[in-house]
């Protein structure tokens, strides 16, 4: 089994609204991945949690803020979000943090428009 | 820092026909992976292949196939008869030493029936 799964599918919000992105994946995974994708770019990399520890942040504007409250359950909160920041958002997972070149599992997003 | 360069931004190949994607990339590490995942019009990005760096055989997934040139730092991605399910936007991407996943600008492939 090999799913990672994301809540909600899709997202509408205004810019003073505040939400939260769902990601979550019952593999033993220990390292976990947020993703934003424009239309027709590749994957940016946001954050990375190894060992439920924030490990990389890619110097993302503070709106953003992630949380892994466990192993299994990743979260994102979107404050005060800007239209720009409208775009898919792509979880992944690897088997181990510290991932040495693990393959990253991805789940099927979440898109998410701000107005 | 690595990169990854796909040169062809969009490609097209009849029905049951065999494509090939480029990718090329630059590292000064040596023991690394390579990827191909896919994104259909679903979204959801999904692994097609992936190389160990050390392993000199080519992989292969059923219709998949790499050629994996080290020396040139080469890894196309060859899919023998092309069905309608293979149209999406594919990723070449690079893991190295840390966490990070380098992706390469994606070549979009459509299928003509």
């Known amino acids: 089994d090999t799913e990672v799964t994301q809540t909600p599918k899709h997202l509408v919000m205004g810019m003073t609204n505040k939400k939260s992105l769902k990601c979550e994946q019952h593999?033993?995974?220990?390292?976990m991945y947020w993703y934003k994708q424009k239309a027709k770019k590749p994957p940016e990399l946001m954050f990375v949690y190894s060992y439920e520890k924030l490990s990389i942040n890619e110097s993302v504007p503070s709106r953003f803020s992630p949380e892994c409250p466990n192993s299994s359950l990743l979260n994102l909160h979107l404050h005060a979000l800007q239209p720009e920041d409208s775009a898919l958002y792509l979880c992944?997972?690897?088997?181990?943090?510290?991932?040495?070149?693990?393959?990253?599992?991805f789940g099927p997003g979440t898109r998410l428009l701000v107005l | 820092a690595q990169t990854v360069t796909q040169s062809q931004p969009e490609m097209s190949v009849q029905e049951a026909e065999t494509v090939t994607l480029s990718c090329t990339y630059d590292?000064?590490?040596?023991?690394?992976?390579l990827f191909w995942y896919k994104q259909p019009p679903s979204r959801q990005m999904i692994l097609v292949i992936r190389?160990?760096?050390?392993?000199?055989q080519n992989a292969t997934e059923n219709r998949f196939s790499v050629n994996f040139q080290k020396a040139a730092k080469s890894f196309s991605l060859k899919i023998s008869d092309s069905q309608l399910g293979d149209a999406a936007m594919y990723f070449c991407?690079?893991?190295?030493?840390?966490?990070?996943?380098?992706f390469g600008t994606g070549t979009r492939l459509t299928i003509i029936p």
């Open positions: 992944a997972s690897t088997q181990l943090a510290g991932g040495r070149r693990e393959t990253q599992y």
């Open positions: 991407a690079y893991g190295g030493g840390n966490e990070k996943l380098t």
């Open positions: 593999m033993g995974h220990r390292a």
């Open positions: 190389q160990e760096a050390y392993k000199q």
């Open positions: 590292t000064s590490e040596s023991d690394y992976y």
